[in-house]
C-alpha cells in the first residue's frame, strides 16, 4: 500500500513569517495528492488536492502546496502565516479506493 | 454539502464490552473509511469498504470489525473493547470509480474511552 511521510511533527513560527510542511509519499502507482487541516476541537477539512495537471495547486486560505515527481512530495507552503493558522495539518495519498494519511504536522503560529 | 454522521460524540465503555460505532452518509457515495486518530501518529486506517458488503483492511485491523449492509451505513465493531483502544474514530466517505481522485468527507468524530 502507498505511504506518507510527514518530515516535520511541528513547526513553530511568528506570525507574518513563510512556512513550508513538508510530506513525501511513497507507491508504485499514480497517486493523488492532499492536504487537510484541523483546528483545535474540529473536524478534517480540505486545504487543496493534486490530480492531475499543473503541479502548483492553490488551495484556501492561501495555502499553496506542489507536486514533484521526481521527488516524491507535495510540500505545503503560506508566504506569510496568521495566528488563526495555528493547526495541525495532514497530508494524504489516495491509491484507487484507498487513502492514507501521514502522522501530520503541527503548526503553531506565535505573535 | 456532504454530511457525514456519526452516530455519537462521545462514549465510554468498559474493557470487554462489545461496541458498535456508527456512521451514515448522505451522497449516494460508494467509498467509506474508518480511521482512529491518535497524538502523533496521525490518521491511521483501519477498514475501508468501496460497496455494499464488501470490506478490505487497512493499517490496523486488529480487535475490529466492520459491517456494510447498506451504501449509506457504515459500522465499526470493537468486539471486546480494551484500554488501547480509547482514541478518537474518524468515519469518512467519498465517490469511487473514474472521479476516485475525488475529496474524501470525514464526520465530526467519536471520541472513545475505554476504562
Known amino acids: 500500500a502507498q505511504s506518507v511521510t510527514q518530515l516535520d511533527s511541528q513547526v513553530p513560527v511568528f506570525e507574518e513569517a513563510p512556512v513550508e510542511l513538508r510530506c513525501n509519499y511513497s507507491?508504485?502507482?499514480?497517486?493523488?495528492l492532499f492536504w487537510y487541516v484541523q483546528y483545535p476541537n474540529q473536524g478534517l477539512q480540505l486545504l487543496l488536492k493534486y490530480l492531475s495537471g499543473s503541479t502548483l495547486v492553490k488551495g484556501i486560505n492561501g495555502f499553496e502546496a506542489e507536486f514533484n515527481k521526481s521527488q516524491t512530495s507535495f510540500h505545503l507552503r503560506k508566504p506569510s502565516v496568521h495566528i488563526s493558522d495555528t493547526a495541525e495539518y495532514f497530508c494524504?495519498?489516495?491509491?484507487?479506493?484507498?487513502?492514507?494519511f501521514g502522522a501530520g504536522t503541527r503548526l503553531t503560529v506565535k505573535p | 454539502d456532504v454530511k457525514v454522521t456519526q452516530s455519537s460524540r462521545y462514549l465510554v465503555k468498559r474493557t470487554g464490552e462489545k461496541v458498535f460505532l456508527e456512521c451514515v452518509q448522505d451522497m449516494d457515495h460508494e467509498n467509506m473509511f474508518w480511521y482512529r486518530q491518535d497524538p502523533g501518529l496521525g490518521l491511521r486506517l483501519i477498514y475501508f469498504?468501496?460497496?455494499?458488503?464488501?470490506?478490505e483492511k487497512g493499517d490496523i485491523p486488529e480487535g475490529y470489525s466492520v459491517s456494510r449492509e447498506k451504501k449509506e451505513r457504515f459500522s465499526l465493531i470493537l468486539e471486546s473493547a480494551s484500554t488501547n483502544q480509547t482514541s478518537m474514530y474518524l468515519c469518512?466517505?467519498?465517490?469511487?470509480?473514474?472521479?476516485?481522485?475525488?475529496?474524501?468527507?470525514f464526520g465530526e468524530g467519536s471520541w472513545l474511552t475505554v476504562v
Open positions: 494524504a495519498v489516495k491509491v484507487v479506493n484507498d487513502m492514507r
Open positions: 469518512a466517505s467519498s465517490p469511487a470509480g473514474v472521479i476516485s481522485g475525488n475529496t474524501i468527507y
Open positions: 469498504s468501496y460497496d455494499v458488503k464488501m470490506k
Open positions: 507507491s508504485s502507482v499514480s497517486v493523488y
